[in-house]
């Protein structure tokens, strides 16, 4: 009796991922690896899969309480992550930015998943997570699609996997390029649009951008965030997309992300806080429970990420990583070379 209790307690588990948070956060605080902009979220996934042979032995004990932090908690994130975009700041950016941010996600998430499937022989979730990381946000994509088609844990480590190496290239080659030879084709607008609309996390757009100049971060965070919030319509229409299942000719059970929604609605909280708590709170008061939202979903974000690295399985991240990476690449050199040509059209 005492064994099957044991088996569905959560707590060994939420433990075991703790113990990777804290470590990931004392990593990343350090001075040096600050300065290469590697996020936590990164390490959390390294150490993740440095322990998987660990987790894969203790199972049965670690199970629920990594599925509590791999499935819950990454829900949870998700909606938090409203706390990083306002109305206004979109608003700001303007129609160019839009169109930017629209023609990116709806090209490279749609020619990534074809591409993925049809010329790389990957299966339809690693395709998806792929390219969702690619065209949207990054990590925080992947996540909220690895949670709403209900894919396998490895498949999004692989996608992240891809969004880390090729994000951290494009934060330290743009500014590069730029103090180089595209400053002769690309204004500040242009540029923080530019970065804004092609790089992959939001770490590495604020990484680039402010290595060129305030005016061009926030250019090119504003874009980013536009494209976070165009994670929404896609997490709403992928599930209707999946319901028909071609290869096996049967219909899947509609299943509507409504963390989506949430996150949504925080999007909106956010951009009215102020005038709705400044006279309750004050503003120095609301600014400060938004630093702390802000980190809350930092750290259930960081706790998801680590329980899917533990999680991997490395003959099938193997078997199915060197496509993954070949579709990624591709999509990168989309972004970089179709992003330049878009904004030069648009501004």
């Known amino acids: 009796m005492d ?8 707590i060994y588990g ?11 956060l004392y990593f990343a605080n350090l001075s040096w690896v600050k300065e290469l902009h590697i996020s936590a979220l990164l390490i959390g996934v390294m150490i993740g899969a440095i322990l998987s042979p660990v987790f894969a032995r203790s199972k049965k004990d670690l199970q629920p309480g990594v599925n509590f932090c791999a499935k819950k908690m990454l829900r949870f994130g998700i909606v938090l992550y409203g706390f990083n975009v306002t109305l206004l700041e979109m608003a700001k950016i303007g129609m160019p930015g839009f169109i930017a941010a629209l023609v990116v ?11 993925g499937m049809r010329l790389f022989g990957l299966d339809r979730d690693v395709a998806m997570l792929v390219s969702g990381g690619s065209a949207i946000c990054g990590a925080a994509a992947v996540l909220a699609l690895e949670s709403s088609i209900k894919s396998e844990p490895y498949k999004g480590i692989i996608a992240v996997g891809t969004v880390i190496v090729f994000g951290l290239l494009a934060m330290f080659l743009y500014p590069l390029a730029y103090a180089l030879f595209l400053h ?3 204004d500040s607008t242009q540029m923080g649009l530019y970065i804004g609309a092609t790089l992959h996390e939001v770490a590495n757009v604020v990484g680039a951008g402010g290595a060129i100049s305030p005016e061009v971060a926030s250019i090119a965070v504003t874009t980013k965030m536009i494209r976070v919030i165009l994670l929404v319509p896609l997490l709403l229409l992928i599930p209707y997309l999946l319901t028909h299942n071609h290869q096996r000719g049967r219909k899947r059970a509609l299943h509507i992300p409504w963390f989506a929604f949430m996150f949504l609605a925080m999007v909106v909280l956010n951009s009215y806080i102020h005038p709705l708590f400044d006279g309750i709170l004050g ?3 609301v600014d400060l429970s938004v630093q702390n939202i802000q980190f809350i979903c930092s750290l259930a974000l960081l706790f998801a990420m680590s329980a899917l690295g533990v999680q991997i399985d490395m003959k099938k991240f193997l078997s199915s990583g060197g496509k993954a990476f070949s579709l990624a690449l591709l999509l990168f050199i989309i972004l970089v070379i179709g992003g330049f040509f878009l904004v030069r059209f648009l501004v």
């Open 3 to 10: 064994t099957a209790k044991d088996s569905t307690n959560p």
């Open 14 to 24: 939420i433990l075991f991922i703790s113990v990777i948070v804290f470590a990931s």
């Open 105 to 115: 996600v709806v090209v490279i998430f749609g020619l990534g998943t074809y591409l």
């Open 184 to 186: 002769n084709y690309l």
């Open 283 to 285: 503003a120095q008061m």
